[in-house]
């Protein structure tokens, strides 16, 4: 299959033919310009609206934060000066930077983070539990704010230096106060960047231009934390669905960095000496089941299919080279995060066919038929799905696949109805380290039962362990109930991690600070040309 997919890849490059893009595509601005194929097309310039990674890389180059992770994930005062907390833990004290504006030069106040944090409260999940300690927030002057709690929270730095799901970026006030209902069609903030709306063409080319009024930090960037200040004037986004045009503008020089290169091209492109291939932030592969039919509303059943996972197998049909994946992770909360933890993993290590087949006959399973949602445009999904389907036929399931592409699944794996009825059972997707590693970030672990999320996992001790985890009074303590947290996951199976990986990046050599991105994201200020 890997010999196959190389020889497509190296034929579709030598097929390609010049003009994939325009003369006007092709025109440079004056000053330095950056010109990067992103992974997605961005439709939504709102990054407290939605949790789409393009979205949120939009929320970085435009607005800031008051608190960021620097490269060892932790929290580092970004837009705030100075700031302290009583002794009892229930009020902080913030104060910003002097001189921050927006890039319509008027001044970022206390006003503004409060709304701000406002609209946050209302839709993260670290937010939402900032609600239920009772948060209020009052400005004291233009510059300093507080925050009181009700109960002491020992995650306030974690909360407000969350680098995705719904970081908790500052707007002005008047676009902060906007219904949370749609999507705010406005940017205007105070990060390195200015959109360029009028330079827009959704499908197509996002331009970004320097923010004159931009005021850094003094301290060198690290992850998410320090100076933002950018070496480019320009940065062009441009969208490229067919990776064989994306890869052939890049090998000509016509882009110079493609932030995420499907798995087919990563062996062709390493071949080309003109081009650095690298490895940017972990990934999980997440194997989703319905938890509302048969057969994996039965816990037995889940845990069958768990029992049953080859994560180094998943990873090779998904198409990453070894050296881009690990043969086996033994957290849901990312190996070699901060949250790493081997609790309750011991059982199901090492794939075990014969106690899936015991676990899987507990369960009562009648040979019902399990429908695996497949997506056929996305290499490393259909890698994933077509796994799924192998493993369960493997343990005795009866598998029907149906393929179609991902905008279909996404749609799909919104129905309740049963599989028989256009419902499902089974689908694949990923998540990034920063929307894996906690039990309140990991999009399958942080919902409490009664959630809308496709999938509707349930589990009551879960969700006293999470909530447990979050009271938690310090580093120890936390720990623990951490690993008590994740020992439950393992018997409840709210999600199968299918394994860790690498995402790659590809961009022309004369691309510089590629070493320092982080976290798989297309931190711009980072590079130079």
């Known amino acids: 299959m890997m010999k196959r997919r190389t ?97 319509d030069d008027s001044a970022v106040t ?23 300690g009772g948060v209020e927030w009052k400005a004291v002057d ?58 827009w063409v959704p499908g197509n080319k996002a331009v970004f231009v320097r923010n004159p009024q931009y005021v850094p930090r003094t301290e060198a960037p690290s992850g998410l934390a320090g100076s933002k200040a950018s070496k480019f004037d320009r940065v062009e986004w441009l969208y490229l669905p067919d990776s064989n045009s994306s890869v052939a503008a890049l090998q000509r020089g016509e882009v110079d960095y493609i932030e995420s290169v499907p798995p087919d091209y990563i062996a062709p492109l390493r071949a080309n000496k003109d081009i650095k291939v690298g490895s940017g932030g ?12 048969p057969p994996f509303n039965n816990i037995k059943a889940r845990q069958a299919f768990q029992a049953a996972v080859n994560q180094e197998k998943f990873l090779a049909a998904m198409g990453y080279p070894p050296d881009m994946r690990m043969a086996y992770c033994h957290t849901f909360f990312i190996c070699g995060s901060p949250n790493d933890t081997a ?30 949602l497949v997506p056929t445009d996305i290499t490393y999904h259909n890698g ?77 001790q879960l969700d006293e362990l999470r909530t447990a985890w979050l009271q938690s009074a310090n580093a120890t303590e936390r720990k623990q109930r951490l690993d008590a947290f994740q020992a439950r996951a393992f018997e409840a199976v709210p999600y199968i991690n299918a394994g860790q990986y690498s995402m790659a990046y590809a961009a022309r050599t004369n691309i510089k600070g590629l070493d320092k991105l982080w976290g798989g994201m297309p931190l711009v200020w980072m590079l130079d040309k």
């Open 384 to 460: 994933s799905a077509l796994m799924a389907a192998q493993t369960l036929r493997s343990i005795g399931m009866n598998v029907d696949t149906q393929s179609m592409d991902w905008a279909s699944v996404t749609a799909r794996r919104a129905k309740k109805e049963a599989p028989s009825a256009g419902g499902w059972n089974v689908y694949v997707t990923v998540a990034g380290e920063f929307d894996a590693n906690s039990p309140v970030t990991n999009a399958y672990l942080s919902p409490a039962c009664g959630n809308s999320l496709p999938g509707w996992p349930c589990d009551k």
């Open 282 to 293: 972990s990934f999980q592969a997440f194997l989703v089941l319905n938890h509302l039919h």
């Open 110 to 132: 206390s006003a503004d983070a409060i709304a701000s944090l406002q609209r946050w409260t209302s839709r993260d999940s670290f937010g939402r539990a900032m609600v239920a």
């Open 142 to 199: 233009p510059r300093t704010f507080t925050m009181t709690l009700a109960q002491p929270f020992s995650m306030v730095l974690d909360a407000l230096a969350k680098p995705s799901g719904y970081p908790a970026f500052v707007l002005p006030e008047r676009l902060a106060k906007l219904p949370t209902t749609s999507p705010i069609n406005e940017s205007l903030g105070s990060g390195p960047f200015i959109f360029k709306r009028d330079e």
């Open 343 to 372: 609790a309750g993993s011991q059982a199901w290590a090492k794939p075990d066919l014969a106690k899936a087949k015991a676990l899987l006959a507990e369960s009562g399973y009648k040979g019902e038929k399990v429908v695996i």
């Open 7 to 103: 020889l497509a890849a190296l034929a579709a490059f030598g097929a390609f033919t010049l003009g994939t893009l325009s003369p006007q595509a092709m025109a440079q601005a004056p000053g330095k310009t950056l010109r990067m194929v992103a992974h997605a097309d961005l439709k939504i310039i709102d990054p407290t609206f939605t949790t789409a990674y393009i979205s949120r890389n939009f929320g970085y180059m435009v607005y800031d934060t008051l608190f960021s992770q620097d490269a060892s994930g932790k929290p580092q005062p970004q837009m705030v000066e100075k700031y302290s907390q009583s002794d009892d833990h229930k009020q902080w004290t913030f104060t910003l930077r002097p001189g921050l504006k927006f890039s």
